[in-house]
């Protein structure tokens, strides 16, 4: 099965810096990588897709990157802001359009002001 | 309605006994998927619904899991003889396939705590 790993379960950064999340996994490729937000006690919300064929994909102030050879994610957030503390979760799937995504445990991100 | 309805949104209840949790999709996603997510945990794949069938349903932990969907649209998630390892949100999601976009609409989940 498919093996998900997110850098550091929490990442606390200042106001104004630029965050960075890895998501790393392993074995086979996904046709694309997804990033959700969940805040507490909350169900997740999609954020950005990336296909395999991308390289980058931007969305206002986010950024995610796809590397198939790494097998590696970054997901960017720019001049972050305190609104912007919560869990990030990455989800890939198994290269169909149907049947399960595969989550990580996301990383809890803190914006201090 | 205009988003993925779960209910209900706590449930406490004493081991041994059964559950169901309700999930309401979004009006006209023919895909709907259970998650599990315990504290401190991923979310985990229990089962995948098109339209009234389960394609993929290797997610369920063991047979006092069942699930089934209804006119393409409310599915009830049971538990029999709950445990207390079952204590987890429960998380329903739905998705409109044949977009190939693959975003999954979740609701706000189903808390459950067995006693």
């Known amino acids: 099965s498919q093996k998900i790993e997110q850098n550091s379960e929490a990442l606390n950064i200042q106001e104004g810096k630029t965050a960075t999340l890895t998501c790393n996994y392993t074995?086979?490729?996904?046709?694309?990588l997804q990033w959700y937000r969940q805040d507490p006690g909350r169900g997740p919300v999609f954020l950005l897709l990336?296909?395999?064929?991308?390289k980058e994909k931007r969305k206002e102030r986010l950024k995610v990157t796809f590397d198939t050879t790494l097998k590696q994610s970054l997901f960017h957030i720019t001049a972050s802001q305190p609104a912007d503390s919560a869990t990030y979760l990455c989800?890939?799937?198994?290269?169909?359009?149907?049947?399960?995504?595969?989550f990580g445990r996301g990383t809890q991100l803190t914006v201090w002001p | 309605g205009a988003g993925v309805s779960q209910s209900p949104s706590n449930k406490v209840t004493e081991k041994g006994k059964d559950v169901e949790l309700r999930c309401d999709p979004i009006?006209?996603?023919?895909?709907l998927y259970w998650y599990r997510q315990s504290l401190g945990q991923g979310l985990e794949f229990l089962i995948y619904?098109?339209?009234?069938?389960?394609?993929?349903k290797s997610g369920l932990p063991s047979d006092r899991f069942s699930a089934e969907r209804t006119g393409g649209s409310v599915s009830t998630l049971t538990i029999q003889r709950t445990q207390q390892e079952d204590s987890a949100v429960y998380l329903c999601?739905?998705?409109?396939?044949?977009?190939?976009?693959?975003?999954?609409?979740f609701g706000e989940g189903s808390r459950l705590t067995v006693l």
């Open positions: 999601a739905s998705s409109l396939q044949g977009m190939n976009t693959g975003e999954l609409f």
């Open positions: 074995n086979y490729s996904p046709a694309y």
């Open positions: 990336i296909r395999e064929n991308e």
């Open positions: 989800a890939l799937d198994r290269g169909s359009t149907l049947g399960r995504l595969y």
């Open positions: 009006s006209g996603h023919t895909a």
């Open positions: 619904f098109q339209g009234n069938s389960a394609p993929d």
